[in-house]
């Protein structure tokens, strides 16, 4: 058999080498791109071949840019696993025309050896017939054909890349039922998903006291990342919260006002958890045999203990934890915050997410994960739908455009989502700037990404840490239960964030790839276009708390707006007349977002 004489290389999109898929989401048109050579002067046509799992392979044409690249798309409909290949071949029948063509231009008069090939190529008829049948004879006769290796593309609905969270921890709010009773504002604020931290019973020994004290008092509640107690584990519900039955409806009535439930996935274990009776080989034991605590220094949890991810029953563990996972979808909870899976194998998660997902193709997972550069993305490679970001700590111009532009790097494989505070983490930006720190935190988290989310008592403004320097909540609701009610004085601008959201696609449809630097001619104003097909949203943030400043915004021609247009601010109403140069005064932590069609 001849070798091949027909090169297809530089496939994007591929991830490693084709090591990992790609990421896309259902409706996408996935733009493909490639290489492809073949030595002499032929005529060369491509396609692309997709599927879903094993399905008929489909086809979509690639079109020739020059110097031997070539482009293409196929739109995805479904979630799950795809694949995709090219495969280019050399076109006889155009390329015969071609060169006859060339031949009649030169003046070149005796061709009747030319005819003869054509009619053998072609069959019986004149050259005016072979004209019109070339292009349906060129794809069938795919003459020294080539193929690319086959590439993988995990495809998940919108909720991967595009959605706003609140969370709450549930016995702060009269547990399910509780939480079910304000599921109709929750819709109204617009979120799209209401994310609680671990729901299972909670260890009695050392359990924490108010503060993280080492010493927990009566009626402390203890931190619900203290997981089991003599009620169950990870596959149990706290009884304070309620049973699987008020879950069940509380998810339904959740899908009724189109949100989801996120629960929190965080595999560690308290000393009473059932495991460690059941399965003490799950557990490193030292020489003495105690059980070490976990820590992250300078932090110290002694209220849980990790598990032994190189215990010899490794199947056996990672089985459990399946069957956990799988027993909360089948509740109708399909979407899943996993806590430091940066501290868990990453060929478990591979593992984990795969198997969840021939089952339920539809399921969303949340890495928490601040950890280092490489390990967040071989996370998001490995499956994980979306990625907390350094964004919590990230205040400065310099020090967000710097984090956006790694975030587009990554875009192929990991899908940010943007919290200015989570439980963990009250950044002193919103401890020292007050009010007008929260809301250019909010505007930033609510523009820049697809994804983001707020914890609970954001809405607030709540802003003391425990100590100075400290970046914990004094009081903290993990420590203790609080009473909770939706009157924060930043939920009107929650809530007309998101209807700008779900009024633009140019800010949900797309991930950062669609985002362009807009000059202001100060440090402290921040300014990005988003666009997607006809729809375009500018934004311009005050990144100062404390002062009002002033400076331009310019809009470069490549955004493809008119001279002048006009600009309406979704967050006020005001409309404005801008152009190529537009001055911008803004007061303190205070933005535009200006709504307009392109």
């Known amino acids: 058999m001849p070798a091949e004489r027909i090169s297809i290389s530089e496939v994007t999109p591929q991830v490693d080498c084709g090591r990992w898929p790609?990421?896309?989401?259902?409706?996408?048109r996935v733009e493909v791109g490639a290489t492809i050579v073949r030595d002499g002067h032929e005529v060369v046509r491509a396609v692309i071949r997709y599927r879903r799992g094993s399905g008929r392979w489909r086809e979509a044409p690639l079109v020739a840019l020059g110097s031997d690249r070539y482009a293409g798309s196929f739109v995805v409909d479904a979630a799950g696993r795809h694949r995709f290949q090219l495969e280019a071949w050399v076109d006889r029948h155009v390329g015969w025309l071609d060169e006859h063509d060339r031949k009649v231009a030169a003046g070149q008069a005796d061709l009747a050896g030319e005819l003869s090939e054509g009619a053998a190529l072609f069959g019986v008829g004149a050259i005016e017939d072979w004209r019109g049948a070339a292009a349906a004879l060129g794809a069938r006769d795919r003459?020294?054909?080539?193929?690319?290796?086959?590439?993988?593309?995990?495809?998940?609905?919108?909720?991967?890349?595009?959605?706003?969270?609140?969370?709450?921890?549930?016995?702060?709010?009269?547990?399910?039922?509780?939480v079910t009773q304000i599921v109709p504002e929750l819709a109204e604020l617009g979120f799209d998903v209401v994310y609680f931290p671990p729901i299972h019973p909670i260890g009695r020994t050392n359990r924490k006291g108010r503060n993280n004290t080492e010493q927990a008092e009566p009626g402390d509640v203890g931190s619900p990342w203290a997981i089991g107690g003599r009620e169950g584990g990870h596959d149990a519900i706290h009884p304070d919260l309620g049973d699987k039955a008020d879950l069940r409806a509380l998810v339904a009535d959740l899908h009724e006002h189109g949100m989801e439930l996120a629960l929190d996935l965080a595999l560690?274990?308290?000393?009473?958890?059932?495991?460690?009776?059941?399965?003490?080989?799950?557990?490193?034991?030292?020489?003495?045999?105690?059980?070490?605590?976990?820590?992250?220094?300078?932090?110290?949890?002694?209220?849980?203990?990790?598990?032994?991810?190189?215990?010899?029953?490794?199947?056996?563990?990672?089985?459990?934890?399946?069957?956990?996972?799988?027993?909360?979808?089948?509740?109708?909870?399909?979407?899943?915050?996993?806590?430091?899976?940066?501290?868990?194998?990453?060929?478990?998660?591979?593992?984990?997410?795969?198997?969840?997902?021939?089952?339920?193709?539809?399921?969303?997972?949340?890495?928490?994960?601040?950890?280092?550069?490489?390990?967040?993305?071989?996370?998001?490679?490995?499956?994980f739908s979306q990625s907390y970001t350094y964004f919590t700590w990230k205040s400065t111009k310099g020090e967000l455009v710097e984090l956006v532009e790694q975030l587009r790097s990554w875009s192929t494989y990991l899908r940010p989502n943007l919290w200015p505070n989570t439980q963990d983490i009250l950044h002193a930006t919103l401890q020292e700037g007050g009010r007008p720190a929260f809301e250019s935190r909010l505007v930033l988290a609510a523009t820049l990404s697809p994804s983001y989310g707020i914890y609970s008592g954001f809405e607030r403004c709540e802003n003391v840490p425990l100590?100075?320097?400290?970046?914990?909540?004094?009081?903290?609701?993990?420590?203790?239960?609080?009473?909770?009610?939706?009157?924060?004085?930043l939920l009107p601008l929650v809530k007309r964030l998101n209807e700008i959201r779900r009024a633009h696609r140019a800010l949900t449809g797309a991930g950062l790839e669609r985002l362009t630097w807009l000059e202001t001619e100060s440090e402290h104003l921040l300014a990005y276009a988003r666009d997607l097909d006809d729809d375009v949203v500018l934004c311009v943030c005050n990144l100062d708390p404390y002062a009002m400043h002033d400076g331009v915004c310019v809009i470069p021609p490549s955004l493809g707006l008119p001279q002048t247009f006009q600009a309406s601010d979704g967050l006020t109403g005001e409309s404005y007349e801008w152009g190529n140069r537009n001055y911008v005064r803004l007061g303190p932590g205070q933005s535009h977002v200006l709504e307009m069609a392109r």
């Open 143 to 178: 003459h020294g054909s080539a193929r690319s290796a086959p590439l993988e593309l995990e495809v998940e609905r919108e909720l991967a890349r595009s959605g706003a969270w609140y969370e709450l921890f549930p016995r702060s709010w009269g547990g399910f039922k509780g």
């Open 467 to 489: 100590r100075p320097g400290s970046e914990e909540y004094l009081d903290s609701e993990k420590y203790e239960l609080k009473e909770r009610s939706l009157d924060g004085i």
């Open 22 to 28: 790609a990421k896309a989401c259902v409706g996408d």
């Open 268 to 383: 560690q274990c308290s000393p009473d958890h059932p495991w460690l009776r059941e399965h003490p080989e799950w557990f490193q034991h030292r020489p003495d045999g105690s059980l070490k605590y976990a820590e992250n220094p300078p932090k110290r949890y002694q209220d849980i203990h990790n598990l032994d991810w190189d215990t010899e029953d490794r199947k056996g563990l990672w089985k459990a934890v399946l069957e956990a996972v799988l027993g909360w979808c089948e509740l109708g909870v399909t979407v899943f915050r996993v806590d430091n899976p940066h501290t868990k194998p990453v060929p478990f998660w591979e593992w984990l997410i795969g198997e969840v997902r021939k089952r339920h193709p539809e399921t969303v997972f949340l890495s928490e994960a601040f950890t280092r550069p490489s390990m967040m993305t071989l996370l998001g490679k490995a499956g």
